[in-house]
């Protein structure tokens, strides 16, 4: 297999989907805190799927969970959804769990739990009243 790998804008990315100019498209993506994310992005009718990306399968999958009606039938049709993108994934969906992070020395930053990202940690974080930072501006 032969690939030509090409950084492009937000703009000229949107364009290539929509009009379907492309063979493959890595993009990283935020899947939570909710369904509406990746009901947004893989709906084949939504707005930020301009092009149509996405199959019958999946997409009655997003009409059960947006139509239910109480907690119950909500979980069922999230479990459902989690099933219709294993057992026909409208894309080829690449993951990875790392990410480098560079936090400024004018916090005091706890250490995350093992496996999580430092982020998660961020509503923990003070400032550093040490002199050395706080006088350098």
Do not use: C
């Not at 893989?42 to 990306?53: E, K, R, V």
């Amino acid at each position: 297999m032969e690939m030509d790998v090409q950084g492009v804008s937000q703009d000229q990315l949107y364009e290539a989907e929509k009009n379907g100019r492309f063979d493959a498209v890595l993009i990283e993506g935020v899947s939570g805190p909710t369904v509406l994310r990746v009901h947004f992005l893989w709906d084949s009718h939504g707005a930020g799927n301009p092009g149509g990306l996405g199959n019958t399968t999946v997409d009655a999958a997003f009409d059960r969970v947006s139509h239910a009606e109480n907690e119950t039938t909500y979980r069922e049709a999230v479990s459902g959804l989690q099933h219709a993108f294993l057992d026909d994934p409208p894309a080829i969906f690449l993951a990875w769990s790392e990410r480098v992070r560079a936090i400024s020395k004018r916090f005091v930053v706890p250490s995350p739990e093992p496996g999580r990202d430092v982020m998660s940690t961020v509503r923990l974080w003070t400032p550093n009243n040490d002199e050395r930072f706080a006088n350098q501006n």
